[in-house]
């Protein structure tokens, strides 16, 4: 994996999902492209429901690949705002471009100063080795 396919404008967390923060308080989630590489081709994508509460590590949905089903765990606070609906149809987007039209939901964020203590790119780089 080469470090210039983690985008350093955001953060990580060790169970490789990734945090975009937007100025609106809100921030977007997906999973890293180390992540969707390991799972091999993404055939499902099982996502919570707008209003869900998150506690940063709560399970918050399914990621099914060829190779395995995986959990997806919330790496910061808050509450749905948005899911990405477009994935029920086109599931491998998050395979094509797991920072941009791959992305999984939106939080409202609980506790601003979560996503600080998150990895930033070249901790990830560093925990994937």
Known sequence: MNNSDIPADLKYAKSHEWVR???????????????????????????????????????????????????????ISGTVVEVNTGLDSAPEKVNQAPYGEGWLLKLKIARPAEPDALLDAAGYAALIG
């Open 21 to 75: 923060t937007g100025a609106d308080g809100t921030a977007t989630i997906g999973i890293t492209a180390y992540a969707q590489n390991s799972l091999g081709d993404i055939t499902y994508v099982q996502l919570p429901q707008p209003g869900a509460m998150l506690k940063a590590g709560d399970a918050f949905g399914v990621v099914e690949s060829v190779k395995a089903a995986s959990d997806l765990y919330a790496p």
